[in-house]
């Protein structure tokens, strides 16, 4: 940023979400009436449903979304917004499946049903991989905006991290939900407002929409949709249509109080979202389709392709930069904060209020329980900032290494879900089987996954456009720039040659990782239970609690019914 216009404005937009959090837990102490520990994790369950509506979208808007997704359609084109596809999957499961089932439940922690269904150590295990997920996407999340900041603010990348983590784990833990609601307010009316100013200032440099839209499909990026069902292509419709049912619906099928917010408004928020961010890609691309900036030695790799277009189109514009920045580090810490808040409310449900109970033979005071929840959001950033300083060194995209972090996961977790609430006749050792066997087999292929990467799938980019520059420099940084698909040269792939079958395993498209981490969870799931009930003849079907359970499955597996 190069006004003092910008500071001042990016300084305004962190001063304002921090005095949201202090004023939150303000009128939280004010109000004596609801318990202190459901009014920090659930806003006593009292929340409007506008600014409710508002922190949905706001979390969906994560800095991943805003500074990924324009990137990915820049360099692999359009097929990314395939994703849409699998929201008519989405919703229905979650509204006439999960939402009636949790609903009467009224749970703090959704692992709470976990041990309803099953029993405490399948749980904890549950809690315990969901904290491990959530902590490193949280540091991807993280990480994203700190790159952006970086760049455009010219600071370490670790000054960043420290300043934005800084600044979400004090209001999380300040104020509780009731901040990251009304927060989000805020951010999300940044992040609408930035986005649509960049898009309309590139579409003027370019000009108009026609002209983007021309550009784009002359230049490949608007592609037709693949149906090739070889799930080691990077992206096809099966892959974003099926395999975005596990890798970003999984939230839909695993959180009480996520899901009856999400049922009614998250599908098409969502779909809105991914179209923007497609578009904007489409406008960076007719920006720089005759001089791209990575090949030309502008920036060192394509993650600093958007922290650059912003400069360009609105450095001229006094406060705009600052504003750009303010919605990418208003994205992060909308998501962040929400997630925080989420694990915040699994540990001290599913660990601290166990825990105490046993120690002390009593329940945790309300004033306690606040304070061990405010203390368990401070521990975690502080292991979310760590990952953040980490991330850069793990040498994949924004996008890929969220996904293929949920999948690791978050694909056994939402496995266990899924083989809980459809399978009734399924064990608690089938269910810790299935979901250890899975989570084995996913930690095994997403770090195989980075170690090994596959052969880069960038679509061509020109120079031809360019001022005159030194080729030499430029063809030099070419060849050593990480692409944005986080795929390393096939020089580095040579010493793998002969490794055949494992290293094509570590091909799997990152979109389906997290839906083969949930098959893995049902299959061993139901292998290891059948080979109870059949060793056993228990538990019955009809033990099962009929409250727990999806009804409809009675009549999908009569079979299974019948012979017990």
């Known amino acids: 940023m190069s006004s003092v216009a910008d500071y001042v ?167 509780g939900i009731r901040a990251v609601v009304w927060t989000d307010v805020l951010q999300t009316l940044i992040i609408i407002a930035g986005s649509l100013a960049i898009v309309i200032r590139g579409m003027m440099e370019v000009g108009g929409f026609e002209k983007v839209m021309q550009i784009n499909n002359e230049g490949g990026r608007i592609q037709p949709w693949n149906w090739d069902p070889n799930p080691f292509v990077r992206h096809t419709v099966w892959s974003l249509g099926l395999g975005s049912v596990f890798s970003f619906g999984s939230n839909y099928f695993r959180g009480q109080e996520t899901i009856q917010r999400y049922g009614s408004i998250s599908s098409k928020r969502n779909a809105q979202i991914l179209s923007l961010y497609t578009f904007v890609g489409f406008v960076m691309y007719a920006v720089y389709h005759k001089c791209d900036p990575v090949k030309s030695g502008r920036v060192r790799n394509h993650n600093q392709l958007m922290p650059l277009f912003v400069t360009d189109m609105l450095s001229s514009a006094p406060g705009a930069v600052g504003l750009l920045v303010a919605c990418v580090a208003s994205a992060a810490l909308s998501t962040m904060s929400s997630i925080q808040n989420a694990m915040a409310a699994v540990w001290l449900e599913d660990f601290i209020r166990p825990i105490y109970r046993k120690i002390y033979n009593m329940e945790i005071s309300d004033f306690k329980g606040k304070l061990v929840a405010q203390i368990i959001a401070i521990v975690f950033g502080i292991l979310v900032i760590g990952v953040a300083l980490s991330a850069e060194y793990l040498g994949s995209t924004l996008v890929t290494l969220q996904v293929r972090i949920g999948g690791i996961a978050g694909g056994p977790i939402t496995g266990l879900f899924l083989l809980s609430v459809f399978f009734p006749w399924t064990t608690t050792p089938g269910a810790l089987i299935g979901t250890l066997v899975s989570m084995g087999i996913t930690t095994w292929i997403g770090i195989g996954a980075f170690l090994h990467p596959g052969p880069s799938t960038a679509l061509p980019s020109s120079v031809a456009g360019c001022p005159l520059v030194n080729t030499t420099t430029v063809v030099m940084v070419s060849d050593l720039t990480t692409e944005f698909s986080g795929f390393v040269s096939t020089t580095q792939q040579s010493g793998h040659s002969g490794s055949s079958s494992i290293i094509t395993l570590y091909r799997l498209s990152y979109m389906w990782q997290g839906g083969f981490g949930a098959l893995m969870t049902i299959i061993f799931g139901m292998v290891a239970s059948s080979i109870q009930l059949c060793v056993t003849g228990f538990p019955r079907l009809d033990d099962v609690n009929q409250d727990l359970v999806f009804n409809c499955c009675d009549k999908v597996c009569c079979c299974c019914s019948e012979s017990t």
């Open 9 to 175: 404005v990016f300084g305004v937009i962190l001063a304002l979400s921090m005095a949201i959090g202090i004023i939150s837990a303000w009128k939280a102490r004010r109000n004596k009436k609801d318990g202190q520990t459901e009014e920090f994790l659930l806003g006593g369950r009292k929340l409007h449903f506008i600014p409710v509506a508002f922190s949905i979208i706001a979390t969906s808007l994560s800095a991943v979304a805003v500074l990924g997704i324009p990137t990915e359609v820049y360099v692999n084109g359009s097929m990314y917004w395939l994703r849409n596809l699998c929201a008519p999957i989405i919703g229905p499961i979650a509204a006439h499946v999960f939402v009636p089932l949790y609903h009467k439940l009224r749970l703090t922690s959704v692992y709470e049903y976990i041990e309803l269904r099953y029993n405490k150590v399948v749980r904890i295990l549950g809690a315990t991989i969901f904290t491990l997920g959530g902590i490193l996407n949280l540091g991807v999340q993280l990480y994203a905006p700190s790159t952006f900041l970086s760049y455009v603010m010219d600071m370490p990348i670790w000054v960043a991290v420290l300043v934005m983590g800084g600044i979400c784990t004090i209001y999380t833990a300040i104020g």
